[in-house]
């Protein structure tokens, strides 16, 4: 399967711990993408990279969440001190850009966070 | 501030009963006009890109169109299997340092009955 995968793909987790899930994207691509999805919504932007780079991130990607791209390749998204709001479909996406104009994503299953 | 709004929020057809999702956008400089499949607890699955007014695409039963303030996706004679939630999204002009992110409305539920 050559598609971005996610792992876990369910994670219930209590209230205060940390949790961390990983990304991996489509191989050739550069641009990695994290978003959040809450029922009945659609997926709210938080971060992303471009190769190594993180060029961008969300007024909802509080302190408490941190997210790398250590070589361009898989990511990890953290989050510390749960919250019960928190829980939330996470996903991934990628896409092989050569300009901004270029943005076609390419999503992964999710990780769906269960905060108690 | 830019928006993408969806309607209507839910919509039950009949098999063979052919239907148009609305999506319509305000944003500020359209690069790209997004039309994503999401089944229950799975990540969204890319199906069509729009660049510019007039542009149309189809795949299958599905034909996405784009005008300057709206995209409509038309199902012709829909199958039970096309049962979903339809997302629309938007990837808007380079400002302020934005590059990358899209903007999805909060989707068309589709229940499509045999």
């Known amino acids: 399967d050559t598609g971005v995968s996610q792992d876990p793909r369910h994670k219930i987790t209590k209230r205060g711990q940390n949790v961390t899930f990983r990304c991996d994207p489509i191989s050739e691509h550069n641009r990695l993408y994290w978003y959040r999805q809450t029922l009945g919504q659609g997926p709210e932007f938080l971060t992303y990279?471009?190769?190594?780079?993180?060029?961008?991130k969300s007024r909802l990607l509080s302190d408490r969440f941190s997210a790398e791209r250590p070589k361009g390749s898989f990511s990890t998204l953290e989050i510390q001190r749960t919250e019960q709001g928190d829980s939330a479909m996470y996903l991934c996406?990628?896409?092989?850009?050569?300009?901004?104009?270029?943005?076609?994503?390419?999503f992964g299953p999710g990780t769906r966070l269960t905060v108690l | 501030e830019d928006q993408v709004t969806q309607s209507p929020e839910a919509l039950r057809l009949q098999e063979g009963e052919s239907s148009s999702l609305n999506c319509s956008y305000t944003?500020?400089?359209?690069?790209?006009l997004f039309w994503y499949r999401q089944d229950p607890g799975k990540g969204p699955e890319f199906l069509f890109t729009?660049?510019?007014a007039g542009e149309e695409k189809e795949k299958e039963r599905l034909k996405a169109t784009l005008t300057k303030k709206e995209s409509f996706l038309h199902i012709t004679a829909p199958k039970p299997e096309d049962s979903a939630t339809y997302l629309c999204?938007?990837?808007?002009?380079?400002?302020?340092?934005?590059?990358?992110?899209?903007?999805f409305g909060k989707g068309t539920k589709l229940s499509v009955k045999p």
């Open positions: 729009l660049y510019s």
């Open positions: 990279f471009q190769n190594e780079a993180q060029l961008e």
């Open positions: 999204a938007v990837h808007r002009m380079n400002y302020g340092g934005s590059q990358g992110n899209l903007i």
């Open positions: 944003v500020s400089g359209l690069r790209g």
């Open positions: 996406a990628s896409s092989f850009s050569r300009d901004a104009g270029y943005n076609e994503q390419f």
